[in-house]
């Protein structure tokens, strides 16, 4: 059974970093891509960033480059979500997301399987 997991969500402070983790079962990541995404109150659900497991490469969308890093570890079946100089704009519920292939894309509805998400909030 697939299954992702998602971790690491909280409350943090503006400037704060927070790490979120996405662990995989059920299936091996090797050949998969896995997305964040990240969902507001009343917005839509957005990319955040993808990272190609067989081969690292990564991507990011412009509201987040230089602040996030995605990482892998094949090894462990997980994926993170390293986050840094968190804005209250970055507040939402991140989910992680996996569809199989090489191609990262942040367009939700190509993703099959999904986290539960976990909620990050960022305030003062």
């Known amino acids: 059974q697939v299954q992702l997991v998602e971790s690491g969500g909280g409350l943090v402070q503006p400037g704060g970093s927070l790490r979120l983790s996405c662990a995989a079962s059920?299936?091996?990541?090797?050949?998969?891509?896995i997305g964040w995404f990240r969902q507001a109150p009343g917005k839509e659900r957005e990319g955040v960033s993808c990272?190609?497991?067989?081969?690292?490469?990564?991507y990011y969308a412009d509201s987040v480059k230089g602040r996030f890093t995605i990482s892998r570890d094949n090894a462990k079946n997980t994926v993170y979500l390293q986050m840094n100089s968190l804005n209250p704009e970055d507040t939402a519920v991140y989910y992680c997301?996996?569809?199989?292939?090489?191609?990262?894309?942040?367009?939700?509805?190509?993703?099959?399987?999904w986290g539960q998400g976990t909620q990050v909030t960022v305030s003062s």
């Open positions: 997301a996996t569809r199989f292939g090489s191609k990262c894309s942040f367009d939700y509805v190509r993703y099959d399987y």
């Open positions: 990272v190609i497991m067989s081969d690292a490469s990564t």
């Open positions: 059920g299936f091996t990541l090797d050949y998969y891509v």
